[in-house]
């Protein structure tokens, strides 16, 4: 069964459970029907046989004589009815075949089971001459003044419960033919979009942009073929995010990569200016210095992407500004900047603290970098809110709609001799995003500048 596809193996199981229920029904109804049919007319004819013994008592002779035959005919019985010196009896089973000779021949009957309630005694006698069971119906008036004897046919009863029993067969092969067809059609409706989701997954492993699972159901599996496509859709767009990532990590570190391989090979050759080989390694010391930084830098953005992975703790926002902000206000004061700090001690996140601090640290580092001479900084944290402003020349449009892709630097003072390597804000949105924590890098409201704006 289990290296059964989905189709067959669904089939199977619902086959094998609407057939269960079509042969246990079945058989319930089998052996139940007579049991509770035969209860049934039991119970009627007890309540009958109760009625009539009150009417004969309040009743005149003419109507006990009515009362007897009515329910003789009803039931098809013999009947008889002795009270004071009133006597009254009624055979109708004698000509049935098989039938007793009189309803007081007792030396005729095998009582097989009786029942007795209230003065009132029913039994069920054998017949033997045949054919169906009797009941019998004894029952002695108040006082001890009279009888009611009856015996009481049950082959209505058993041709019904003949005639039940008799088309079970029909209904079972009806049933079984129903549950097959049922099952292999709801089968076929159930598997179809597991199947095509199955073939679409197949298509989506060769990465082909334009894969799409297609469904209209709205149920778990309509849930299901959604999910993968939004899962899949965002591996192509991490996919393409990490080769973007990767291409221009190549080309940022081949730039110090050549020009040391460059500078060592003129010195080993001793060509021209390179023979002062101690400048030029000083110049290869600080091309292998930055080169070092940026693959940090590049391992930062990376683990980055996966900050979801890492332990999360409880802090205070302004205890992570503390932390971080003291060398940057030395820096600031160093280069005549003005740096205002508002901090409000009640915002506490939970977070991992170590990559917060380094997102926090390179937009600080970001705002000491490009703030124009004797401009001010103003960090501001209020509860869970953090704005980092800075008076700077506000980034244009369409340089600040790609200033968090990786290596970016606009062409106005951005480049590497400003220490930047465009990674910065990148680990900062990679950081943020991968926390699902909103921010807006925006144009100052409040000064001639930029305000980074963060919202934990």
Known sequence: MKKLKIFPKTFLYILGLMLIIVLLSHALIYFLMPRVYNYQQEKALEADANALA???????????????????????????????????????????????????????FTI??????????????????????FFRVEQAFAGGTGSLTATVSRQHIEDAVGAVLMILPFTAVLCIVISVAFAFAYSKMFTKPIKQISATTEQMQKLNPDVCCQTDSQDEIGMLAENVNNLYQNLLSALAQQTNFLRAASHELKTPVTAVSAMLENMILNVGKYKDRDTYLAKCKDLTDRLALMIKEILDASKAEFATNLECTDFLISDVISTVIEPYQIIAKAKGLTMNVTLDETGTVCLPRGIIEKAISNILANAVSYTKPNGTITVSCAGQKLVVENECAPIPPEHLVHIFEPFYRPDYGRGRATGGNGLGLYLVATTLKSLDIPFAFTPSKNMTGMSFEINF
């Open 54 to 108: 009150d009417k004969i008592i309040s009743a005149t002779p003419d109507e006990r004589v009515t009362y007897v035959t009515d329910f003789a005919a009803k039931w098809s019985a013999n009947a008889a009815i002795i009270y004071d010196d009133f006597s009254c009896s009624v055979d109708l089973l004698k000509a049935e075949p098989g039938a007793p000779p009189n309803s007081n021949g007792k030396s005729d």
């Open 112 to 133: 097989i089971a009786d029942t007795t309630e209230d003065g009132l005694k029913i039994s069920l006698a054998e017949n033997p001459y045949g054919g169906a069971d």
